[in-house]
T-cell receptor, first 113, second 111 residues
Framework: DARVTQTPRHKVTEMGQEVTMRCQPILGHNTVFWYRQTMMQGLELLAY????????DSGMPKDRFSAEMPDATLATLKIQPSEPRDSAVYFCASARGGGETQYFGPGTRLLVL | EDQVTQSPEALRLQEGESSSLNCSYTVSGLRGLFWYRQDPGKGPEFLFTLYSAGEEKEKERLKATLTKKESFLHITAPKPEDSATYLC????????????FGKGTRLSVIA
């Protein structure tokens, strides 16, 4: 049963610390998305990649967030420095192509104190 | 700007009490409309994709329909295990367009 995996599942950190979240997309999927979910805003797209190349990161605060795909099996989202307003659930999703169904991972629940 | 509005925000039903969830959208050329189910503490789980007005899809007690301005998720004789948040999303036509999500409807089905 192919699934998107994310680590860590939970992260508690202090303001100013660096946070790195990792995602393993479904094998064979070439498009990877990062979303943030909060009660107030719902699901918001942060960035996405196709064939490891960034296509859109306009949803990300550029001064503190960065997203990369070091290889086809790993996507990372980094926050440096973290702030309390970054507290949210971060989801990774992958798809076989641009118009295909997105499959979501279980999320990383981040709390910045 | 592409937008999705879901209503109601929350819905409480008795077991067996059928109802519908609404998803109104504006998009610059619809490529697809997606329905997802999200359980607490989990990621959204794909349910359906609809591509054109008039299209319908069914899965167990759920049926999704699509018009040019909105989609409905009909729930027939719901059971407590149908309790979840249901998310609607649209994708515009174009080479690399992402999904735009609504804020969801929280459904509670009481036995």
């Amino acid at each position: 049963d192919a699934r998107v995996t994310q680590t860590p599942r939970h992260k508690v950190t202090e303001m100013g610390q660096e946070v790195t979240m990792r995602c393993q997309p479904i094998l064979g999927h070439n498009t990877v998305f990062w979303y943030r979910q909060t009660m107030m805003q719902g699901l918001e797209l942060l960035a996405y990649f196709r064939n490891r190349a960034p296509l859109d990161d306009s949803g990300m605060p550029k001064d503190r967030f960065s997203a990369e795909m070091p290889d086809a099996t790993l996507a990372t989202l980094k926050i440096q420095p973290s702030e309390p307003r970054d507290s949210a659930v971060y989801f990774c999703a992958s798809a076989r192509g641009g118009g295909e169904t997105q499959y979501f991972g279980p999320g990383t629940r981040l709390l910045v104190l | 700007e592409d937008q999705v509005t879901q209503s109601p925000e929350a819905l409480r039903l008795q077991e067996g009490e059928s109802s519908s969830l609404n998803c109104s959208y504006t998009v610059s050329g619809l490529r697809g409309l997606f329905w997802y189910r999200q359980d607490p503490g989990k990621g959204p789980e794909f349910l359906f994709t609809l591509y054109s007005a008039g299209e319908e899809k069914e899965k167990e007690r759920l049926k999704a329909t699509l018009t040019k301005k909105e989609s409905f998720l009909h729930i027939t004789a719901p059971k407590p295990e149908d309790s979840a948040t249901y998310l609607c999303a649209v994708q515009a036509k174009g080479g690399n367009t992402p999904l735009v999500f609504g804020k969801g409807t929280r459904l509670s089905v009481i036995a």
